[in-house]
């Protein structure tokens, strides 16, 4: 039974049919839409698709962008939309937010496909899970699933046009990243990964000290590859880390339709 995952982020909707509902199904199509061009997909890339008996998303974007997706799959397909909302508990997530509905959909998902992800290994530990985008956002779970808390902050893209618009004289760089910056272009660049580097750096001495031992790092978002290269200990880039979530939810909530 064909599913369909959509992640509806700040700046592009993401978008995998997969073969069934179900941990590690096959990927059978995929793709990528900025917001403003998601009309197309009803008479562009979804045409071809088989149709999806089921569809699950998570999406951080308002309500009228989740309205053209319902409308392109009403079109289509008829198929009813399903989006995940923050709870107090979900597929082995405990969730430790003051206000749980109120934590972003993205994040709790990505803490699900992350959580997930590591048990399919066999070991149960602490993690530290980080999403690059538009926002960044850095997560601490306990061994045992209790999302502990986590940093939001701007993304390269926020972060640069800040400071070009709040300083004179200053635009946004294609400078490199460098450890002793000697122009402007490249002390923006390196200012903005290094802030970035920082506060996942000390999200991991957070867990680490409160859980007492080294947790498992994960990284995903379309500029965590900007990222990596940059931080200090072991992470691991996982580009499907939202859709691991969607999967894993789709299937706990409904096992017999995989």
């Given amino acids: 039974m064909p599913f369909l995952a959509i992640d509806v982020g700040n700046t592009r909707l993401k978008w995998a ?30 045409t071809s698709l088989t149709k999806p008996q089921r569809m699950l998303g998570c999406s951080v974007a308002a309500d009228a962008v989740k309205r053209r997706v319902e409308e392109q799959m009403e079109e289509l397909w008829d198929i009813p939309a399903h989006w ?18 109120r ?18 290994r066999g070991t149960a530990k602490p993690m530290v899970v980080v999403m690059v985008g538009t926002a960044v956002t850095v997560e601490g779970v306990t061994a045992d699933g ?10 390269h893209g926020i972060m640069l046009r800040a400071l070009e618009s709040g300083t004179a004289g200053l635009h946004v760089p294609t ?23 920082g506060a996942i750096e000390r999200m991991v001495q957070h867990v680490r000290k409160s859980c007492g031992e080294e947790p498992a790092c994960f990284m995903t978002g ?20 939202i859709f691991d979530g969607l999967l894993e939810i789709a299937y706990l909530r409904n096992p017999l339709s995989a």
Avoid at 85 to 90: G, I, L, Q, Y
Avoid at 103 to 120: N, T
Avoid at 175 to 194: H, I, K, M, Q, W
């Fill in 17 to 46: 049919l997969y073969e069934a509902a179900r941990p590690a199904a096959a990927v059978l199509a995929h793709g990528a839409e900025f917001l403003e061009n998601i009309d197309r997909l009803s008479d562009g890339p979804w």
């Fill in 146 to 155: 209790r999302f502990l808390g986590g940093l939001i902050l701007p993304g």
């Fill in 222 to 241: 379309g500029a965590g590859w900007k990222m990596s290269p940059y931080l200090v200990g072991d992470f691991e880039l996982v580009e499907s880390l």
């Fill in 84 to 101: 995940v909302v923050s709870s107090a508990a979900e597929a082995g997530i405990v969730n430790g937010y003051d206000h749980p509905t």
């Fill in 175 to 197: 400078g490199e990243v460098r450890e002793f910056p000697t122009n402007t272009s490249d002390a923006l660049t390196s200012g903005g990964t290094y802030a970035i580097a």
């Fill in 103 to 120: 934590l972003g959909a993205d994040r709790w998902v990505a803490m699900i496909g992350a959580r997930h992800r590591m048990l399919a």
